[in-house]
């Protein structure tokens, strides 16, 4: 199992990234998947998780600009980052809790990072 993020890159004060990741491999359920985040001298943080019904949780100095979602037959899940601020800059990672069995538990799987940098 992989997961490949995306679309990480450079952008100003106020404006929007969109981030993209892929599960492939060999996949049988996907329940949560979510982004977190590092920046440089800190810990990696959560940012935005779904589940597999939909339901959306944020650290609060992202809600209300940022949406993350999910495409369950394309095995994707997506951050849209809007009113992006200078503290938003970090690698971003994307994870998901994935069984490769259908009689298997899920197992946390982790993309290589994008890294998002706000700057004017």
């Known amino acids: 199992v992989q997961l490949q993020a995306s679309g990480g890159g450079l952008v100003q004060p106020g404006g929007s990234l969109r981030l993209s990741c892929a599960a492939s491999g060999t996949i049988a359920i996907i329940r949560n998947m979510a982004w977190y985040r590092q920046a440089p001298g800190q810990q990696r943080e959560l940012v935005a998780e779904?589940?597999?019904?939909?339901?959306?949780n944020y650290v609060d100095s992202v809600r209300g600009r940022f949406t993350i979602s999910r495409d369950n037959r394309k095995k994707m899940v997506y951050l849209q980052m809007n009113s992006l601020k200078l503290e938003d800059t970090a690698v971003y990672y994307c994870?998901?809790?994935?069984?490769?069995?259908?009689?298997?538990?899920?197992?946390?799987?982790w993309g290589q990072g994008t890294l998002v940098t706000v700057s004017s």
């Open positions: 994870s998901a809790a994935i069984a490769r069995r259908a009689w298997q538990g899920t197992r946390d799987y």
């Open positions: 779904i589940t597999d019904r939909d339901s959306t």
